[in-house]
Nanobody, 115 residues
Framework: VQLVESGGGLVQPGGSLRLSCAAS????????MRWYRQAPGKERELVAT????????DYADSVKGRFTISRDNAKNTMYLQMNSLNADDTAVYYC?????????WGQGTQVTVSS
C-alpha cells in the first residue's frame, strides 16, 4: 500500500489549494479514504471522509462549506479542494486508508496559510 500526497504550499489567507493523494497497492475503489491534518503542537485531526463510491462524504465542523473531498476511482486518486483558507488551516495534511484493520498513511504535504 502506498499513499502519496501532493499539492501543498504557501497560500495567502482567503486563498485556495487543491491537494491530491495518489493511491496504489490496494483496491482503491473499495475503501473509504480520509484526509487528516496535524498542526504544530496539536493532535492529528480528521478533516474529511469519502466513502468508497465517493457519494457519501463527511467533514469536520471547522472545514464545512470550505473544503470539498472527492475521488476519481479510475485514477486511484483522492482530492481535497480547500477554499477560503485561514491561518488555522496551517498543518501537514495526510491521506489515510484503513485496510483490514490497519491504518496506512502518506508522508504528508505541508499547507501554510500566511500573508
Amino acid at each position: 500500500v502506498q499513499l502519496v500526497e501532493s499539492g501543498g504550499g504557501l497560500v495567502q489567507p482567503g486563498g485556495s489549494l487543491r491537494l491530491s493523494c495518489a493511491a496504489s497497492g490496494f483496491a482503491f475503489s473499495s475503501y473509504a479514504m480520509r484526509w487528516y491534518r496535524q498542526a504544530p503542537g496539536k493532535e492529528r485531526e480528521l478533516v474529511a471522509t469519502s466513502l468508497s463510491a465517493g457519494i457519501s462524504t463527511d467533514y469536520a465542523d471547522s472545514v464545512k462549506g470550505r473544503f470539498t473531498i472527492s475521488r476519481d476511482n479510475a485514477k486511484n486518486t483522492m482530492y481535497l479542494q480547500m477554499n477560503s483558507l485561514n491561518a488555522d488551516d496551517t498543518a501537514v495534511y495526510y491521506c489515510n486508508a484503513w485496510i483490514l484493520g490497519k491504518g496506512y498513511w502518506g508522508q504528508g504535504t505541508q499547507v501554510t496559510v500566511s500573508s
